[in-house]
């Protein structure tokens, strides 16, 4: 899977594992592939830039291993993401997707993620504007937009930056749009209608009985959207 868009903004689903069982990632990992999952989402958490600490590349490595075919997208919620950009390169990252918040320089940081052969996008977070953002869509594979603040994984979707979603899309039907925070079966259509294609949903589909059923929900209520754009 790559999340390169060919003219069309199409649907992927990407479970988050922050609230999986930590103790066997790998096997947690395993099951959300073999339930639909088409790409990972993996939350790094710095203590710094949010009040919370997950994990690094060494860890990113070992799953990789395990994990040779699996789509990683990095989410790195961290206040120095041009540190990181070697380290999860070398440890099988697929996407770096940087904070606007924390990036000193995003056009140097850009280059500098692509200079290492993974696709780039940038978040941003619940109280910063989108405006932030829009001179850099032409020159990343995804922007994310977080719907809840980030840091831990349960938290109730944000209705509210659902314009910003719609924005996006209205400037370019073709973009990435990543939608992160709070997304379940009662806040997928409303996240869907606004237009974003790339779905991480972490509780919803790891505390599931069966995960594979909460994907396939979330799918085909997207793609009704994608199909009419
Ligand atoms: O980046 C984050 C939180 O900071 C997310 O990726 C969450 O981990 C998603 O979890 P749910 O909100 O779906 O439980
Ligand atoms: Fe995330």
């Known amino acids: 899977m790559a999340l390169k868009s060919s003219g069309c903004a199409s649907c992927q689903i990407g479970p988050s594992i922050?609230?999986?069982?930590?103790?066997?990632?790998?096997?947690?990992?395993?099951?959300?592939?073999?339930?639909?999952a088409d790409y990972l989402h993996l939350d790094v958490?710095?203590?710094h830039f949010v009040p919370n600490l997950t994990f690094g590349a060494p860890v990113v490595k070992c799953l990789r291993s395990r994990l040779p075919n699996v789509y990683?997208?990095?989410?790195?919620?961290?206040?120095e993401p041009e540190k990181w950009v070697d380290d999860m390169c070398?440890?099988?990252?697929?996407?770096?997707?940087?904070h606007i918040e924390a990036a000193k320089n995003p056009v140097e940081l850009i280059k500098l993620i692509r200079a290492k052969g993974?696709?780039?996008?940038?978040?941003?977070?619940?109280d910063t504007p989108i405006d932030k953002v829009l001179p850099f869509l032409e020159q990343v594979d995804l922007i994310l937009i977080m719907t809840v603040y980030p840091g831990f994984g349960g938290q109730s979707f944000i209705h509210k930056m659902m314009?910003?979603?719609?924005?996006?899309?209205?400037s370019n039907k073709a973009l990435n749009i990543e939608v992160d925070?709070?997304?379940?079966k009662d806040t997928i259509e409303i996240a869907a209608a606004s237009g974003a294609n790339l779905i991480v949903a972490g509780t919803a589909v790891v505390k599931a009985d069966d995960p594979?059923?909460?994907?396939?929900?979330?799918?085909?209520?997207?793609?009704?959207?994608?199909?009419?754009?």
């Open 18 to 36: 922050l609230n999986s069982d930590l103790s066997c990632l790998a096997q947690e990992c395993e099951k959300l592939v073999a339930a639909g």
């Open 45 to 47: 958490m710095d203590g």
């Open 72 to 79: 990683f997208d990095m989410h790195m919620m961290v206040s």
């Open 90 to 98: 070398d440890a099988g990252a697929n996407s770096y997707v940087f």
């Open 118 to 126: 993974m696709e780039v996008g940038i978040g941003v977070s619940p």
């Open 163 to 170: 314009p910003k979603i719609e924005q996006l899309r209205k």
């Open 181 to 184: 925070g709070g997304i379940n």
């Open 212 to 229: 594979k059923v909460v994907i396939e929900l979330l799918r085909s209520c997207v793609n009704k959207f994608v199909v009419k754009s």
